[in-house]
């Protein structure tokens, strides 16, 4: 799902460890196609995802929460066919509420009514147009569904690595700044969340495991981004 057009589209820096992790979340919560489940049938998943996680700062901590669970989403990939998975995915994430499983989104777990979520909802399409990333228009989705925040952290992050690779540090900041803010307005709500849900979910499935995945991940990233915002260390390698 590349939910959003970007408005920058001179790509011209290579996108960091960060940023390929939180791609590879957002991809985690699109409708799968038959592509993604030989992914994860190849016997290469796990290696390259824990590539990426290793050049994260302390990534071996990360490495350690995440490796038997990506483990145990590459056995039950195994077991399954094209149409068992997205049957699994679609019973998780995308068919009708109350029916759903786990809903895939932010404004469910941040906010107390549904006056309050429509609130969070424009919340965060406004945060995404402040930082200059709009919607496609053939996407047909709410705006704080987990595929596009997370393809919003992406976003953030390539372009905080942009503005420093080339001296824009005000500029870098300004995208350092935005990522930390969203994390921990939206997506940290989100994932924990998803999280206490899957938790409850019997019997467990590869779409619970990768809810946990990025529920870690994003706590780590938000560990370092908020060491970062302190002044208590560098937020990534490189």
């Known amino acids: 799902m590349d939910a959003a057009t970007i408005t920058r589209t001179d790509m011209d820096i290579e996108i960091d460890a960060q940023g390929k992790l939180y791609r590879f979340l957002s991809l985690c919560f699109a409708h799968p196609d038959q592509s993604t489940l030989a992914w994860w049938q190849g016997g ?3 290696e390259e995802i824990l590539g990426v996680v290793s050049g994260l700062q302390r990534g071996d901590e990360l490495s350690s929460h995440l490796t038997p669970l990506l483990d145990e989403v590459e056995d039950e990939a195994r077991k399954l066919s094209p149409d068992e998975a997205e049957a699994i995915f679609i019973k998780m994430f995308a068919c009708g509420v109350p029916q759903v499983l786990c809903p895939p989104y932010s404004s469910l777990y941040t906010s107390p009514d549904d006056d309050k979520r429509l609130f969070d909802m424009h919340a965060v399409k406004e945060f995404y147009a402040d930082c200059g990333m709009q919607f496609s228009e053939d996407f047909k989705d709410l705006p704080d569904h987990a595929s596009v925040e997370f393809e919003f952290l992406q976003y953030l992050t390539y372009e905080e690595t942009r503005a420093r690779a080339r001296g824009e540090d005000q ?4 995208f350092a700044g935005k990522a930390l803010e969203f994390i921990e307005r939206h997506a940290l ?4 969340g998803m999280a206490a849900v899957v938790a409850t979910i019997r019997p467990q499935n590869m779409y619970c495991r990768l809810v946990e995945v990025a529920s870690h991940a994003l706590r780590h990233d938000h560990e370092w981004r908020l ?3 302190n002044g ?6 490189g």
């Open 232 to 237: 208590q260390s560098s937020l990534r390698k």
């Open 227 to 229: 060491a970062a915002a």
């Open 171 to 174: 500029l870098a900041s300004f």
């Open 44 to 46: 290469t998943a796990v």
């Open 189 to 192: 709500g989100l994932t924990e």
